[in-house]
């Protein structure tokens, strides 16, 4: 190949559109939703350049370094390759978020926020932030023709009931699930379990016909993070009956989740039954046991995600 060439082809190589890629982005509006939770509403130009596949679509936010200056990665090329170049009080904190709703012809995309005081880079930020405030976004690229994942809400076909359990990181998921549901023609049957800090963050969410949602605020059932999704998978979610022979289920390895992240999918073309499970990473691991050890569930139609990790930051 001669020179020319090998230039031409790397110009199309470069040129070719990424699943994914860096967008800048700015704060419209902020709306209060309930005592925990905020709803962002980010535009910019970029914003009409976006695509997003599915309701639990996750994207990275970039958040101010630790000296105080607003994200600027590059646009073009290797982000995180230069991203790891900067020094510790330069480099732009990560942090990865759900779609709530994106309205690219309105340049608008909404990404709601669990408020829980200065505890971190991605808080801080959300509890000063004013209209105008800039950030960055690793988010789906509409010109990008194929698959870019970054979701997991992928129902098997002939699904009939379907378990969600989550805490308020959750919460913009399922409340996207529940809308995409609530639009199906033949909707399943849909039992919700949400954990919230209050009674308060107990919201309206848009539902079918065949959905009953169970809010489990903490702070009125005295309980601490992680054990009201633990108290519906044990106690109060309706699940298919239990194989009569657990041998298979019993050889289940257990992560280390100081060094793992547990991040699970389904992956049974049919079934109907169909778990979607995320939240704080211990509570997860127990739901895992007991649906998996215990309940001798298919593990093939279960998501189990571990969003978080308490006392531990996750980029």
């Known amino acids: 190949m001669s020179p020319a060439a090998l230039v031409q082809t790397l110009r199309k190589r470069l040129s070719k559109p990424t699943g994914y890629q860096l967008f800048d982005i700015h704060l419209k509006q902020r709306i209060a939703l309930s005592p925990s939770l905020t709803r962002f509403v980010f535009t910019g130009e970029d914003v009409a350049l976006m695509h997003t596949l599915a309701p639990d679509q996750r994207v990275k936010l970039f958040f101010p370094s630790a000296n105080g200056s607003a994200p600027d990665l590059p646009k073009v090329g290797d982000w995180q390759a230069a991203r790891r170049t900067l020094k510790p009080e330069h480099a732009p904190p990560m942090r990865t978020y759900t779609i709530r709703a994106l309205r690219p012809d309105m340049n608008e995309l909404d990404i709601d926020f669990v408020l829980h005081g200065e505890t971190g880079p991605a808080s801080r930020w959300a509890v000063h932030a004013r209209p105008g405030d800039p950030l960055q976004i690793v988010a789906p690229n509409a010109a990008y023709h194929a698959d870019p994942g970054g979701y997991e809400w992928i129902p098997p076909q002939g699904v009939r009931k379907i378990l969600l359990i989550g805490d308020e990181t959750a919460l913009p998921a399922i409340a996207g699930i529940l809308e995409q549901l609530a ?51 044990r106690e109060l979610a309706s699940l298919p009956p239990t194989r009569a022979n657990l041998n298979d289920s019993a050889a289940l390895q257990e992560l280390d989740l100081n060094s793992q992240r547990l991040w699970e999918l389904a992956s049974a073309k049919r079934s109907e039954f169909y778990a979607w499970v995320a939240g704080e990473s211990a509570a997860v691991m127990d739901i895992r046991r007991f649906f998996i050890n215990e309940c001798g569930l298919d593990r093939n139609g279960l998501t189990l995600m571990g969003y978080w990790k308490l006392g531990r930051s996750l980029e």
Do not use: N, Y
């Open 183 to 233: 639009s199906h023609p033949d909707a399943p049957q849909v039992q919700a379990f949400i954990e919230v800090p209050e009674e308060d963050d107990c919201m309206p969410l848009l539902c079918g016909v065949h959905t009953k949602v169970h809010w489990l605020p903490r702070l009125t059932l005295h309980k601490q993070h992680g054990e009201g999704m633990i108290l519906a998978a």
